[in-house]
């Protein structure tokens, strides 16, 4: 039976309006507490937006600690940290729950992600949207993860 891991970050957001290419929420850290390998695939992810803005977004994920980027600054990769680079997730397609929420939800992308700390981490970014949050904590994402058996 497959060990299965979840990971939730809330993110803080601004509440001012972001622009194409900006991070939203700065670095996030999604720990593997309690999981005892360094390899581990990811299943899904989920996003809950609840300001309803459907922002088409994407999420970078890194197995190592990246160069931090403050939220609401344009995100660059340097040369180093494209090395601890291992993947990114389309979140831009959203299904309304309710006139005052949202939610993204990405399945079977089974891909390997490999951490030597614990924790994967990540940068969530705007890409040709530009939501203005109504308040800070309007986002919450969440990892679906589980080893190979």
């Not at 660059?76 to 309304?96: E, I, N, P």
């Not at 939800?105 to 614990?118: A, C, K, P, R, S």
């Not at 203005?132 to 990892?143: F, H, I, P, Q």
Request: charged fraction near 15%; proline fraction near 3%.
């Amino acid at each position: 039976m497959p060990n299965f891991v979840k990971s939730t970050v809330s993110l803080t957001v601004g509440t001012d309006a972001y622009t194409d290419n900006d991070v939203v929420g700065g670095l996030l850290i999604f720990s593997l507490a309690g999981y005892p390998h360094q390899d581990i695939f990811l299943n899904r992810v989920l996003l809950v937006d609840n300001d309803n803005e459907k922002a088409a977004l994407l999420l970078h994920l890194y197995g190592a600690l990246p160069t931090t980027i403050a939220d609401d600054a344009a995100y660059t990769r340097s040369d180093a940290d494209a090395l601890k680079w291992q993947g990114s997730v389309d979140l831009s397609t959203y299904v309304s729950v309710s006139t005052t929420n949202a939610t993204a939800l990405v399945t079977d992308i089974n891909d390997m992600y490999h951490t030597e700390t614990g924790s994967l981490y990540g940068y969530l970014i705007c890409v040709s949207s530009t939501p203005t949050y109504t308040a800070v904590t309007d986002l919450t994402l969440t990892l679906f993860l589980s080893e190979q058996r």
